[in-house]
């Protein structure tokens, strides 16, 4: 079955701190992992992805993840937080069904930066 | 249009009353999916539409809920006999393929 796992519903970090969010996915099928960030008030926007290939995959605004199979996880990291990454923080994983496009979304994390 | 377009943004409704939530994909998306975000929770896979085939119903909390889809345009989610338990954010998305998952930015539903 398709899940994932979101290890604290709530982190907080220093600005210039580093950011570390945490995944752990459970898939019948060899997964596609994803990152979505969502601020207030706003849908969701893409982060990274991971599909094949290269395990550490780097996205937008300085965040990295990298997919660790032995351990099942997809952490999220970037090294210096700023005060613009407020925001909630969602890993998702695809369907098991060949060709679907569904995501199974974790809780979220939010993370708060403090100044 | 350029993104994912909801509407309303926020519905209030009495209990007992029926709604519709409305999304316009972006064109040439062929997928389309409908979410549910209650508060402090993650997102609720609700219903998926691929092309013409059969939608993913698998997510549908229950009979009052339904969702249609004409060809690879508009879809509407209708919530039937609303409860307060259906409060919550109704996200859909759109997208090419797996990897281009656009989000809206939902709609707001209250119900009191």
């Known amino acids: 079955a398709q899940s994932v796992t979101q290890l604290g519903s709530h982190v907080s970090v220093s600005e210039g701190a580093l950011v570390l969010l945490r995944c752990n996915y459970s898939?019948?099928?060899?997964?596609?992992l994803f990152w979505y960030v969502q601020y207030p008030n706003q849908g969701l926007q893409l982060l990274l992805k991971?599909?094949?290939?290269?395990?550490l995959v780097k996205g937008i605004n300085g965040f990295e993840a990298e997919f660790k199979k032995s351990e099942t996880s997809f952490h999220l990291t970037k090294p210096s937080a700023h005060m613009s990454d407020a925001a909630e923080y969602f890993c998702?994983?695809?369907?098991?069904?060949?060709?679907?496009?569904?995501?199974?979304f974790g809780t979220g994390t939010r993370l708060t930066v403090i100044p | 249009g350029a993104g994912v377009s909801q509407s309303p943004s926020n519905k209030v409704t009495e209990k007992g009353k029926d709604v519709e939530l409305r999304c316009d994909p972006i064109?040439?998306?062929?997928?389309l999916y409908w979410y549910r975000q209650r508060l402090g929770q993650g997102l609720e896979f609700l219903i998926y539409?691929?092309?013409?085939?059969?939608?993913?119903k698998s997510g549908l909390p229950s009979d009052r809920f339904s969702a249609e889809r004409t060809g690879e345009s508009v879809s509407t989610l209708t919530i039937q006999r609303t409860q307060q338990e259906d409060s919550a954010v109704y996200l859909c998305?759109?997208?090419?393929?797996?990897?281009?998952?656009?989000f809206g930015s939902g709609t707001r539903l209250t119900v009191v």
């Open positions: 064109s040439g998306h062929t997928a």
């Open positions: 991971y599909t094949t290939g290269a395990t």
């Open positions: 898939s019948s099928v060899p997964p596609y």
């Open positions: 998702a994983v695809r369907g098991a069904i060949t060709g679907a496009n569904n995501l199974f």
């Open positions: 998305a759109s997208s090419k393929s797996l990897y281009g998952y656009t």
């Open positions: 539409f691929q092309g013409n085939s059969a939608p993913d």
